[in-house]
């Protein structure tokens, strides 16, 4: 795929809407109206389509960003103080910008942002002599339902800090903050995937990102012709992190094992099925191994079927994936399942399957327009029938990107 040059962070402008206006209020209600007026910044969410776990090892992915994100309130303060709120948050958290460096990870919500602010002064930013900012973070994306809230909020601060420091940052320099800010100070092993979609989103395209050299191109999906919907489980992911680094390991662990026997391949994604069904390894690192390796030729079929306008024969894709998540990779739990059998049933559904990192969070789906409500119906019906909770049914449009918001 053609590498294509990073735009300008500041490139898109994020229309005026009753959400951001209602973020602005509530800043001032936190942080008082004195003083110049806040500057708004938004980063939306992912829906990851196809390419289920393959973003760590160098596959291709589909994500598609959504008109729900991280809202982010900066305001410049001239005592040094980096101060971090959040109307989603009960606590908040302080620092001195000259002690950045000695910063270290608390497990709390903070850590993201505080992680982008270390990243951008490791890498020359002068945060330290500044004068400080105060950080007001909001919005509409479900935390902990595999719609990538972390690369959302490491996106719009970065995003936040460029604009308050006039730092001139493009995206790929703000996607390489993020990642340090959730890979090592975090300490999530993720991939490149969630930052990209969420930096280069564009309304009306799926990403086609290419894991294995970070070259990326844009795909139509028809947004008056299909619809896509998220059903949110309830089920928070408390195993997520250990069960993803566990993944992450065992992934490894194949590529180890596989790659000598396979010239020429760089990551596990490229190691020809062959080469695996003629190697002996422990079962469960085998299931791994193979799910990969059978994911990424599902991603591929599904690219080629949506670049020549056959929706049905890519979202067709996401069902295989699931079943290859529940059975192989073994990251889904019976309510996720549940929705993807409605969806199966369903003649209005093209395509679903489980999105994130697994273990609780979402069902993603693509549907003919006008599906919306009978399916979320019977969705709601099945899952209370079986699991007592009711989940919650969204259907997005796509985002128009990472940007200031003007009001």
Same mark, same amino acid.
């Given at each position: 795929?053609?590498?294509?040059?990073?735009?300008?962070?500041?490139?898109?402008?994020?229309?005026?809407?009753?959400?951001?206006?209602?973020?602005?209020?509530?800043?001032?209600?936190?942080?008082?109206?004195?003083?110049?007026?806040?500057?708004?910044?938004?980063?939306?969410?992912?829906?990851?389509?196809?390419?289920?776990?393959?973003?760590?090892?160098?596959?291709?992915?589909?994500?598609?960003?959504?008109?729900?994100?991280?809202?982010?309130?900066?305001?410049?303060?001239?005592?040094?103080?980096?101060?971090?709120?959040?109307?989603?948050?009960?606590? &908040?958290? $302080?620092?001195?910008?000259?002690?950045?460096?000695?910063?270290?990870?608390?497990?709390? /919500?903070?850590?993201?942002?505080?992680?982008?602010?270390?990243?951008?002064?490791?890498?020359?930013? $002068?945060?330290?002599?500044?004068?400080?900012?105060?950080?007001?973070?909001?919005?509409?994306?479900?935390?902990?339902?595999?719609?990538?809230?972390?690369?959302?909020?490491?996106?719009?601060?970065?995003?936040?800090?460029?604009?308050?420091?006039?730092?001139?940052?493009?995206?790929?320099?703000?996607?390489?903050?993020?990642? /340090?800010?959730?890979?090592?100070?975090?300490?999530?092993? *993720?991939?490149?995937?969630?930052?990209?979609?969420?930096?280069?989103? !564009?309304?009306?395209?799926?990403?086609?990102?290419? *894991?294995?050299?970070?070259?990326?191109?844009?795909?139509?999906?028809?947004?008056?012709?299909?619809?896509?919907?998220?059903?949110?489980?309830?089920? !928070?992911?408390?195993?997520?992190?250990?069960?993803?680094?566990?993944?992450?390991?065992?992934?490894?662990?194949?590529?180890?094992?596989?790659?000598?026997?396979?010239?020429?391949?760089? *990551?596990?994604?490229?190691?020809?099925?062959?080469?695996?069904?003629?190697?002996?390894?422990?079962?469960?690192?085998?299931?791994?191994?193979?799910?990969?390796? $059978?994911?990424?030729?599902?991603?591929?079929?599904?690219?080629?079927?949506?670049?020549?306008?056959?929706? &049905?024969?890519?979202?067709?894709?996401?069902?295989?994936?699931?079943?290859?998540?529940?059975?192989?990779?073994?990251?889904?739990?019976?309510?996720?399942?549940?929705?993807?059998? @409605?969806?199966?049933?369903?003649? &209005?559904?093209?395509?679903?399957?489980?999105?994130?990192?697994?273990?609780?969070?979402?069902?993603?789906?693509?549907?003919?327009?006008?599906?919306?409500?009978?399916?979320?119906?019977?969705?709601?019906?099945?899952? @209370?029938?079986?699991?007592?909770?009711?989940?919650?049914?969204?259907?997005?449009?796509?985002?128009?990107?990472?940007?200031?918001?003007?009001?």
């Amino acid at each position: 795929m053609e590498v294509q040059p990073p735009p300008s962070l500041a490139a898109v402008s994020i229309p005026t809407e009753a959400r951001f206006a209602a973020h602005h209020r509530s800043f001032l209600e936190r942080f008082g109206s004195g003083g110049s007026p806040p500057r708004l910044f938004f980063a939306p969410g992912r829906i990851n389509l196809m390419g289920a776990h393959l973003d760590y090892n160098g596959g291709p992915v589909m994500p598609m960003a959504i008109d729900r994100g991280t809202f982010l309130a900066l305001r410049p303060r001239t005592d040094g103080l980096l101060v971090l709120a959040s109307s989603r948050e009960a606590e &908040g958290h $302080e620092l001195h910008l000259s002690e950045l460096g000695e910063a270290s990870s608390s497990g709390r /919500w903070w850590d993201y942002p505080v992680g982008v602010a270390k990243a951008l002064a490791d890498a020359g930013a $002068e945060l330290g002599t500044s004068g400080g900012f105060d950080l007001y973070f909001g919005g509409d994306l479900p935390v902990g339902a595999g719609l990538s809230s972390s690369a959302s909020i490491t996106l719009v601060t970065a995003l936040a800090l460029d604009a308050g420091l006039d730092l001139q940052l493009d995206v790929e320099a703000a996607i390489v903050a993020a990642l /340090w800010a959730e890979r090592e100070y975090v300490g999530v092993h *993720c991939g490149i995937m969630d930052p990209y979609a969420v930096g280069f989103a !564009r309304p009306g395209r799926v990403l086609l990102l290419d *894991c294995s050299d970070s070259s990326w191109q844009h795909l139509p999906l028809d947004g008056k012709r299909y619809s896509v919907g998220i059903v949110d489980t309830g089920v !928070r992911r408390e195993l997520a992190r250990g069960e993803f680094n566990l993944r992450v390991a065992q992934c490894a662990q194949a590529f180890e094992a596989l790659g000598p026997a396979a010239p020429g391949a760089t *990551c596990l994604a490229e190691v020809p099925l062959e080469v695996l069904e003629g190697a002996r390894l422990e079962p469960v690192v085998a299931r791994r191994a193979r799910h990969v390796i $059978e994911e990424t030729a599902r991603t591929f079929a599904a690219s080629a079927a949506l670049q020549r306008g056959d929706v &049905g024969g890519f979202a067709g894709e996401m069902f295989a994936a699931h079943h290859s998540l529940r059975d192989l990779f073994e990251v889904s739990i019976p309510e996720l399942d549940t929705i993807v059998e @409605v969806a199966e049933a369903h003649s &209005g559904v093209l395509g679903a399957r489980l999105t994130g990192a697994g273990f609780g969070g979402c069902v993603a789906a693509i549907l003919e327009a006008g599906s919306e409500d009978d399916f979320a119906e019977q969705v709601r019906a099945l899952h @209370v029938q079986r699991h007592v909770r009711e989940p919650q049914v969204a259907f997005y449009q796509g985002s128009p990107g990472l940007g200031e918001v003007g009001l």
